[in-house]
């Protein structure tokens, strides 16, 4: 019996911790720091005002977030979710809840035109629109402001949400809609907006949580609004029929369907060449860094002057198997590796020379110092030289893409909350 269905079968819940109009979430005996999430049978629009039962659909919407958020986490986003349970359920980190939805915009439509006459449907947004809704059904989720959001001084799992949480959250949003839209991309699909939620987790981490499947966003295919396959098709039903909802249903499935396809195998490779066996712990650090984002790396020993014939050898295996590759050149003193590989390759190619105390200068500057025609670039630092060569590929890979987006998000938000630490 698999671990998932080991642990499956010994998960119990406990009590009810609250009920949506689509989910409900229940403790875990014994385990105070998630909670089980349960899907249900139920489409509702217009805070609820329709609403209906879709057989079917708590298996269809599990799948879809349980991908999505595979996903984020896969890149890099730090989300609540931990696995999937079974067909309709599962497992997150016991969030305390932000009362707020987040909404991120690339093509303006639906209720921003009616809060924005005269801007025209389909007006595109760059930067993104970013909007926030408080959570209250009785008066509509009212739109709110920054300043509003600030000056509530909401008090969520300990944490009190001021300028720091919202913008980080803010920037957080961007960032899961930029990568999930690159995702669509790939599909022929265009992302139009979608809407999140945040959590504070018991150790008071802010993260992305509750779910993300059909009814989150607006996903035209080839961007054409007439083929949307979300719950706008259930909105617009003047008329709640079976074969409506079965239409809405089939909708649902195919997106389902289709995110499975978010996490593919790179498309690419770092080839590390290095001009002695003595540079092998500067490439691992390359090799480990490039690893770290997505990139498969592999190491050669090979020199430029010493075996000019094998160096290009070298270069021509990998060149004629078609598969997309940096080459990084690993080559102190006089760096003929770099130079040679890039004269004799169309690929991109990397320096990334082992520097020494006593004549690091001069190692460099050979690095540099190159003749007219060539293009390798030279990057010191071993994180630098993967991460060169994976913004190389993140031009056509997607999930490479994400993991380079997440990492910047990362940084940036351990950047943002050094700050308040240090001013607070």
Same mark, same amino acid.
């Given at each position: 019996?698999?671990?998932?269905?080991?642990?499956?079968?010994?998960?119990?819940?406990?009590?009810?911790?609250?009920? =949506?109009?689509?989910?409900?979430?229940?403790?875990?005996?014994?385990?105070?720091?998630?909670?089980?999430?349960? /899907?249900?049978?139920?489409?509702?629009?217009?805070?609820?005002?329709?609403?209906?039962?879709?057989?079917?659909?708590?298996?269809i919407s599990t799948a879809t977030t349980v991908k999505i958020f595979e996903y984020l986490n896969e890149v890099g986003i730090k989300t609540h979710y931990v696995r999937q349970h079974d067909g309709i359920s599962l497992i997150a980190k016991k969030c305390d809840m932000i009362?707020?939805?987040?909404?991120?915009?690339?093509?303006?439509?639906?209720?921003?035109?009616?809060?924005?006459?005269? &801007?025209?449907?389909?007006?595109?947004?760059?930067?993104?629109?970013?909007?926030?809704?408080?959570?209250?059904? /009785?008066?509509?989720?009212?739109?709110?402001?920054?300043?509003?959001?600030?000056?509530?001084?909401?008090? &969520?799992?300990?944490? @009190?949400?001021?300028?720091?949480?919202?913008?980080?959250?803010?920037?957080?949003?961007?960032?899961?809609?930029?990568? $999930?839209?690159?995702?669509? /991309?790939? $599909?022929?699909?265009?992302?139009?907006?979608?809407?999140?939620?945040?959590?504070?987790?018991?150790?008071?981490?802010?993260?992305?949580?509750?779910?993300?499947?059909?009814?989150?966003?607006?996903?035209?295919?080839?961007?054409?609004?007439?083929?949307?396959?979300?719950?706008q098709v259930y909105r617009n039903l003047t008329v709640v029929t079976p074969e409506a909802l079965e239409n809405v249903k089939q909708n649902f499935k195919k997106v389902a369907e289709l995110v499975k396809n978010f996490l593919r195998p790179p498309s690419g490779q770092a &080839?590390?060449?290095?001009?002695?066996?003595?540079?092998?712990?500067?490439?691992?650090?390359?090799?480990?860094?490039?690893?770290?984002?997505?990139?498969?790396?592999?190491?050669?020993?090979?020199?430029?002057?010493? =075996?000019?014939?094998?160096?290009?050898?070298?270069?021509? @295996?990998?060149?004629?198997?078609? @598969?997309?590759?940096?080459?990084?050149?690993?080559?102190?003193?006089?760096? =003929?590796?770099?130079?040679?590989?890039?004269?004799?390759?169309?690929?991109?190619?990397?320096?990334?020379?082992?520097?020494?105390? #006593?004549?690091?200068?001069?190692?460099?500057?050979?690095? $540099?110092?190159?003749?007219?025609?060539?293009?390798?670039?030279?990057?010191?630092?071993?994180?630098?030289?993967?991460?060169?060569?994976?913004?190389?590929?993140?031009?056509? #890979?997607h999930v490479i893409w994400s993991r380079l987006k997440a990492k910047q998000l990362n940084t940036w938000v351990d950047l943002k909350q050094a700050d308040k630490k240090i001013t607070s």
């Open positions: 019996m698999s671990e998932f269905i080991r642990m499956a079968s010994t998960l119990k819940t406990g009590a009810l911790i609250i009920e =949506g109009k689509t989910k409900k979430i229940h403790e875990i005996v014994g385990d105070p720091d998630h909670v089980m999430m349960i /899907a249900k049978d139920r489409i509702t629009a217009g805070d609820g005002v329709k609403a209906n039962d879709m057989e079917g659909k708590s298996v009362p707020i939805e987040w909404v991120s915009r690339r093509f303006a439509t639906g209720s921003f035109l009616k809060r924005n006459p005269g &801007v025209k449907e389909g007006y595109c947004f760059t930067p993104l629109k970013l909007e926030t809704f408080y959570k209250d059904d /009785a008066n509509h989720d009212p739109q709110w402001s920054d300043e509003q959001l600030i000056c509530a001084e909401l008090v &969520v799992g300990g944490l @009190q949400i001021g300028r720091t949480e919202v913008e980080i959250m803010h920037k957080t949003t961007a960032c899961i809609f930029e990568v $999930l839209e690159r995702a669509w /991309a790939t $599909l022929g699909c265009s992302l139009i907006d979608m809407k999140v939620e945040y959590g504070v987790t018991s150790e008071g981490e802010l993260v992305l949580a509750d779910v993300i499947d059909s009814d989150s966003w607006r996903l035209w295919p080839e961007g054409d609004k007439r083929k949307m396959v979300d719950k &080839v590390i060449m290095m001009g002695s066996p003595s540079d092998i712990d500067h490439c691992f650090k390359i090799r480990d860094a490039c690893e770290k984002l997505g990139v498969p790396a592999i190491l050669r020993v090979t020199s430029a002057h010493k =075996g000019t014939d094998e160096s290009l050898n070298i270069v021509s @295996q990998y060149e004629g198997h078609s @598969q997309p590759t940096v080459f990084i050149a690993v080559a102190g003193m006089s760096n =003929g590796l770099g130079p040679v590989t890039s004269g004799n390759s169309a690929s991109p190619v990397i320096n990334c020379p082992p520097v020494t105390p #006593d004549w690091g200068r001069e190692d460099i500057w050979s690095s $540099l110092r190159t003749p007219s025609g060539l293009g390798c670039t030279t990057v010191l630092s071993p994180g630098g030289a993967a991460l060169a060569a994976a913004q190389i590929f993140g031009l056509t #890979d």
